[in-house]
């Protein structure tokens, strides 16, 4: 059932497009899943449910503008390891691998709070976006590049980037490309360094923090991170196809 919704969904998307496709396969993948959530918001809302609603919401737009090629690697919220996500991000001859998470900090910035109820941490220490390529991506060039370009896009729509993954500390410590744009470089992250094609991994924002959590329950806020992440994929596809 959950399979020919998604597929009736993508008939109608792109019946009511008015763009013609373009030639550019995007591969989106949804960070973690469901009983491997990633991390836990402020408010007690898991991760996964944060970057599921991104995902879609920018598949839809994706279509809507011409990517007609774009797919979710995990649609139905299957349990998939890591290294199944590149598998079939290859078998579908993405162009692009896109993986949509969002933010937490270290235990030693969290403090705790009561929310209905029920002891949730949360912090005030940092906030932002943060991207992330590999070097050891066999497309390690252009990952960087499209890292690059999607941190332009982000700062121009007012985003910031968060700095703390360059903090010497442990469980942190990235190198740290593009300050102004929040690039990082993470060599050994699985779903980076193995895919055969270039692969970037967005935090979106930082979901412990109560005030940034806000706002990326905000549709308007969400559609100003997609609106970045597509103008930067046209620029992208320009300069790579």
């Known amino acids: 059932m959950k399979k020919v919704t998604l597929l009736l969904f993508t008939l109608t ?3 009511f497009s008015n ?3 373009k030639n550019f396969t995007l591969a989106i993948d949804i960070g973690h899943t469901p009983k491997r959530w990633g991390a836990t918001s402020s408010m007690g809302v898991k991760e996964y449910a944060f970057n599921k609603r991104l995902a879609f919401e920018l598949y839809k737009q994706a279509i809507k503008e011409g990517f007609c090629n774009t797919f979710i690697i995990n649609p139905n919220s299957q349990e998939i390891s890591l290294t199944a996500r590149t598998q079939v991000a290859k078998q579908k001859k993405a162009d692009l691998f896109l993986s949509l998470h969002h933010d937490s900090a270290q235990k030693m910035y969290l403090s705790y709070r009561k929310v209905g109820g029920v002891k949730q941490h949360y912090s005030y220490h940092h906030k932002g976006y943060s991207l992330f390529y590999s070097r050891k991506n066999p497309h390690s060039k252009k990952s960087l590049f499209f890292a690059k370009t999607l ?7 007012s985003l910031t980037p968060t700095l703390h ?7 942190e410590n990235r190198k740290l490309v593009y300050k102004k744009l929040g690039v990082y470089e993470f060599t050994n992250l ?3 360094k193995k ?7 967005l935090e979106s924002g930082i979901i412990i923090n ?3 959590e806000a706002l990326l329950n905000t549709p308007s806020y969400r559609a100003e991170i997609i609106s970045s992440i597509l103008n930067a994929l ?3 596809a320009k300069s790579t196809l």
């Open 165 to 171: 993954h360059a903090e010497k500390i442990r469980g």
């Open 19 to 21: 763009v013609s496709c």
């Open 190 to 192: 699985v779903v980076l």
């Open 210 to 212: 109560p005030d940034e």
């Open 195 to 201: 895919t055969a094609m270039p692969a970037v991994l």
């Open 151 to 157: 941190g332009e896009e982000l700062t121009k729509n």
């Open 13 to 15: 998307t792109l019946l």
């Open 234 to 236: 046209k620029r992208y």
